[in-house]
């Protein structure tokens, strides 16, 4: 094999801003390709000053500031989400939170789990509707289960889990004879940005003694809003939620937050006893030794110190604000058409109809070619770097637009218009004839 | 609940620079408290530039000219280990991919998993060695395994897995109806740094059919070297492979590689088919749509571009000279007893006896007495700034320092003997009566 040879600091240089030229800015905003977008500033300071003390934070004596500051910012966010008395943990990603919440229910209800395997349990049953994220498919894979286990329940039109099909679906597994384990609510779903009814799902999931885990990645970000945080009412009563600091509030990545009720849970499920990094004989108070967590809250906390409650609170409504004139002018401007309404978490989704398709029959075949359309439009929208959107289609619709709004201190709704009208030039250029 | 305002930018600098005064500062030559340490500066700019670029490099779209770097770099390393038509993925962690490792074993062995779990397969065995990392303890929890399906192997005196008796326990698994399904060798633990018998367990696995993952998160930084690569000899014959380049090499954390030589695989047994997420209908060649690939290759190509794959090797014998230096040292040196050599990672283990201690019969009272020395020096050590250490005990062993060398430009030699001295003087300052 060839033996590289290094760079000088010059060379590299240029090399880094040719990467660099060629990367996606995704701090502007017109990147709205992703649940994420612009980097908070006081996050990144964070997140370079984290990254040079380079501390894993695997115990309080290597990083005894880091900790305390980690501690802090989870009660913080406990009481936040109305679980005070909780205990959390950051964690890689979305995806991970999810491992955790299941590890954990599954544990509880049967703690045999850890010794003996799934092959000692009964057959065990995960809920979750079918607009939310794969991670879920994932999980169960991983874990264990088996994709089989997973029940998807059907979604209303505003992409809402309808929760009587839920409630239904759970009785059935039991008069099987199958154990429903877990119920994963979604606040905020990746494409319509769908809230599930958490307040009943909880109630339901407390009837049934199922545990009740809220995907969060996305639409946590609302508590931070005095004026939207009842968006997610019935949260409080979850059994354990994930929350992507690092999606709509702007931390960087990755920045994902996992909260659980029972304290001392999540240490006794996932407790692997390693005596030989975790001793019990050392000069200060072990219970500061907290293991598997990580250095990501720093970043945020950075955030939160600077712009406080308030800060983050008027971020919040913001771009809850934006989304709000981006909708209503969508629906009232001619060629776009809304996917949903109204508004859940920030998400706007709409088709945009070129004049050429408009007031013909809509049919198959005019779905078919808006299904066509769509991607085209995005393909002209990135080549002329005017606008960086998701598209995607969902089991009811064909390829439509999604613009989710994330947390970005000098976007207007001038920028908004701009979006818009960017989408209308470039759908107008399409020719059916290359489709 | 309290409603935080947020500071000024000089309040929160303040405030910073107080978190930072009572940090762990892990860069320093004296922090050996850990298997990482002094942190490489190039890549420390590289992890800073993917920080401010926020790039989750979920799509080729969304990153580019990241994921074409991540693609090379991971060709390269492929290399490097003798996998060169192997796969590979940038993971939040030596834990996570070994838990890629186990997941893609059972794939392969038995793919009805995905859909229908663990309760459907016969029951599995996992083998590692008793000096091996909890994480597979951990991972036989999580994937439903349950922990009882793990055989701790016998080490010997060099802290390697002990192969006759892995042979004689895959066999006694076999005879009993079980299935062995995978290996876990490690190449470097964390404790002694030993180097399980690769070469042999690779032809064992293979003539019983058993998945061979090596656990070279620590000391997989040695096929850097052109000196020393020779020590993993054997880890081209993996079926899959972990390494932390965050440990020994200096890359900032976390940047943990994940290894497999089953190309192909890694995708089909981790997809979860969200194809609302990567759409089928792009414009550009979607193979490049790496999806759950990290954008933590980035910073250790710079490290890689800058240094070269000879500037890399120079690291790594420089440590290891050291390693070597220090070794050799602690063995003639009064007061200091190894506790095994020769040196096979640059760990370095042994005891300091004071000389209240010497010349006295060692029988287990006086083996208990070393058992709480060795902490008491430690925090002798700590507080006073001088050396901050690692010290462990073995099942075979009562508490013994480690030292762990990792890159770093700038060691000596007479820096060992800094820490030797510090270690004999904060020795000498231990009294009986205080233990």
Redesign the interface.
């Known amino acids: ?1 060839t ?5 000088n ?1 010059t060379e ?1 240089e240029k ?2 801003r040719k ?2 030229e ?6 502007k905003a017109i990147f709205k ?2 649940l ?1 977008g612009c ?1 908070d500033p ?1 996050g ?1 300071a964070g ?3 984290s ?6 934070q ?1 115990t309080f ?6 900790t305390l ?1 980690e501690l802090k910012l989870l009660n ?1 966010i406990l ?2 989400f109305g679980i ?1 008395n909780g205990d959390g943990i950051f964690s ?2 979305g995806s ?1 939170s999810l ?1 955790y919440g299941i ?1 954990a229910a599954r544990y509880k209800t049967f703690p045999e ?9 009964p ?1 065990l049953i995960l809920f979750t509707s079918e607009d939310s ?3 879920l ?2 999980a ?10 997973v029940r998807y329940i059907k979604t209303n039109d505003r992409g809402q889990m309808i929760t009587s099909e839920l409630a239904k679906s759970i009785q059935e597994e039991k008069d099987a004879g199958r154990h429903p384990l877990l119920v994963n609510g979604t606040a905020g779903t ?2 319509l940005g769908a809230i599930d009814e958490l307040d009943e799902i909880a109630d339901l999931c407390k009837r049934h003694g199922v545990w009740f885990h809220v995907d969060a990645c996305w639409g946590g970000s609302l508590i931070l809003s005095r004026k939207y945080k009842n968006r997610l009412k019935g949260v409080e009563k979850a059994d354990s939620i994930s929350w992507n600091p690092h999606k709509m509030a702007g931390a ?3 920045c994902s937050a996992f909260l659980i009720r029972d304290k001392g849970l999540l240490h006794e499920a ?1 407790s ?6 975790f ?1 019990q ?3 200060y108070d072990i219970s500061y030794d907290t293991g598997d967590k990580s ?1 990501d809250a720093f970043k945020l906390w ?1 955030m ?8 983050l609170s008027q971020l919040a409504d913001h771009i809850m604000g934006l989304a709000e004139f981006c909708l209503e002018t969508v629906s009232s401007r001619s060629g776009f058409r809304l996917v949903t309404a109204p508004l859940q978490c920030p998400n706007v989704c709409f088709w945009y109809i070129p004049k050429f398709m408009r007031g013909k029959e809509e049919n198959e075949a005019w779905w078919e070619m808006m299904h ?1 359309i769509t ?1 085209k439009i995005k ?1 002209l929208l ?1 080549l002329s770097s005017r606008l ?1 959107v998701a ?4 089991p009811k619709h064909k ?1 439509f637009f999604r613009i989710a709004f994330t947390f970005h201190p000098v976007m207007d709704e001038r920028q908004v218009l701009d979006m818009l009208q960017a989408i209308e030039e470039c759908g107008e250029q399409v020719k059916p004839a290359t489709l």
């Open positions: 094999m033996y590289v040879q290094g760079v600091d590299l090399c880094i990467i660099l060629y990367s996606v800015k995704t701090n390709n992703q994420f980097t006081y990144l997140a370079w000053i990254e040079a003390f380079n501390t894993g695997y004596e290597v990083a005894p500031a880091f500051i913080h009481n936040l005070p890689p990603g991970m491992l590890v789990v850890k010794s003996k395997g799934m092959r000692a349990l057959e994220h794969y991670s498919r994932k169960a894979h991983w874990l264990g289960f088996g994709t089989e286990s990746t494409v960087p990545m990755q996932n692997a006893a390693a005596k030989y990094l001793q004989d050392k000069f250095v950075v939160w110190k600077a712009r406080g409650d308030r800060g066509k991607p393909e990135t960086m598209y995607s289609p969902l390829n």
